[in-house]
């Protein structure tokens, strides 16, 4: 960001950090990449079981390989890189004096990128849209521009860490479901009682295999979609509503917004701090902790 007269203004050319664009304009390539199956398939098929859709082997090869190696790690390269995005934007607003038109601009921008959140949600119809997502993160990061590169790493790892331990508590339950439903069917195989924490254990995983079995509410859901698809002319919105209502039960009836926002504003954090350590610039660490109040100026 430059001057124009006392004001502000984008700049271009070497003002860039070249480092950025590249690292972003990968990050993107690979989150569509990601999105092509999702965009066309059934919003329905997005949470199914691949075992029972029909795919190949290599359809589930390559469904693995964007889970493992791509869905968690493009997204969160994006949100860093959001995050330093912002310290580029904001770098005239580091000092108390700073001007206060660096902070409506970032707001403006902000309210901006919100607006087409939401028309990629309701008019292109997208319901795997994250620029709302990233809209509302950021707009809670301005009062954290001041703080050291320290205390932003500390607050943006709180969510992987409560992550780890909500996990590993999921996964002790899961593991020990699994013990007690082979125990309950070795013992009904065997002919022999079942305990009855065992039965229990064995009836709740029937259950929650017959909730993804293709018979069940997934087909169901399934086949009203496709309904929504082929409505008649006459019913313009019909495959709209559709949509609309599966982005707000998900999105917001599950709470699914709520934990993307977080995780995208934590990780935006921990972006700002490696900004300040001169990382994502590839830039000296080193020459980096005493001058991170006065960044250089340029844009994002």
Known sequence: MGDVAGGIAP????ARIDVLDVLRGLAILAIY???VTSQASPVTL???DPRWVGWTPLDRFAWGFVGIFLEGTQRGVLELLFGAGFMVLTARAM???GPVAVADL???RTLWLLFFGLVNVFVVLWVGDILTIYAVASLFLFPFRLLGPKALLALGSLFALLTALTGGIEYAGRAAMVTKVE?????AAAGQAVAKDDAKALAEWNEKIAKRAPTQGIAKKLVEERKARRAPDGDLFSYARYMWTAWLTFMVGKGFAGIAVVEAFCTMLIGIALWKWRIVQGGDRRASTSDWRSPPMASA
């Open 106 to 108: 970032f707001y403006r």
């Open 46 to 48: 997005l949470f199914a």
């Open 95 to 97: 000092r108390p004096d």
């Open 11 to 14: 700049v271009t050319g070497r």
């Open 33 to 35: 990449y990601m999105n």
């Open 183 to 187: 125990r309950a069917q070795a013992a």
